[in-house]
């Protein structure tokens, strides 16, 4: 039986794959950290750790009373992200897009033996003049220098679905991108709008590959799940 643990499990992408986390029979616990109680806490093998997301070395597994022994941990996934108009700022934009991400990945390498499945985005690079894309490219560097087991990073495009919150630039971005993916080459391919229940299926069907290394997997690889 696994133990998983989770970040970000309230937003779009987390929600769909705590469906599936709590549907999987081989995973007995799953560790939902955040800084308020969720809808899933008195769910049957979910754990929840009320947590500062600023301070994850506060962050401590509950003992296995059987082997008198903190749970190890199968598998981590990341799906934190937000937006700097809901944010408020640019600096609150990075602080939940880089260092929430970062400091949960430092716990995780510093802890566990764990895969660590993060959400990124097309196009993340560090030296990218869009803030979004360079917060994400910053990111994905930080994460890439810690001494994880495995590390997935999901570069989605534009991201469409069920959301508790209307993203103005994602709905008018959405049919131009459709309509653009269309056409017979592979980087306008790429762009075709990514529904949020594939990309958390991309996620839970990969975590289940015993692998090894880094492995960043791109939008075209995401639309085939």
């Not at 802890?111 to 959400?119: D, E, F, G, R, S």
Request: aromatic letters at 8%; proline letters at 3%; glycine letters at 4%.
């Amino acid at each position: 039986m696994k133990n998983v643990i989770i970040v970000g499990a309230t937003g779009a992408t987390g929600n769909q794959l705590m469906q599936q986390l709590l549907n999987d029979v081989t995973i007995e616990n799953i560790y939902v950290v955040h800084y308020r109680p969720t809808q899933f806490q008195h769910l049957k093998k979910v754990t929840e750790i009320i947590l500062d997301l600023a301070n994850f070395d506060d962050l401590a597994i509950a003992v296995d009373t059987t082997m008198n022994s903190a749970a190890e941990i199968d598998c981590a996934y990341c799906c934190l992200g937000t937006t700097r108009k809901k944010a408020g700022s640019l600096a609150a934009f990075r602080q939940v897009d880089k260092d929430y991400i970062v400091n949960f990945g430092t716990w995780v390498a510093n802890h566990t033996k764990a895969q660590l499945h993060v959400i990124s985005a097309v196009g993340a690079n560090a030296k990218s003049a869009s803030s979004y894309l360079q917060t994400k490219g910053e990111t994905e560097q930080l994460l890439r220098q810690l001494p994880l087991s495995v590390l997935y990073l999901y570069q989605p495009t534009l991201l469409h679905g069920k959301r508790d919150e209307f993203r103005l630039i994602e709905a008018i971005a959405y049919y131009p991108l459709a309509i653009i993916s269309l056409l017979p080459f592979t980087l306008l391919k790429q762009q075709k709008p990514i529904a949020i229940e594939q990309l958390a299926n991309a996620i839970y069907q990969l975590s289940q590959q015993v692998t090894s290394g880094h492995h960043v997997i791109s939008s075209l690889e995401i639309q085939q799940y």
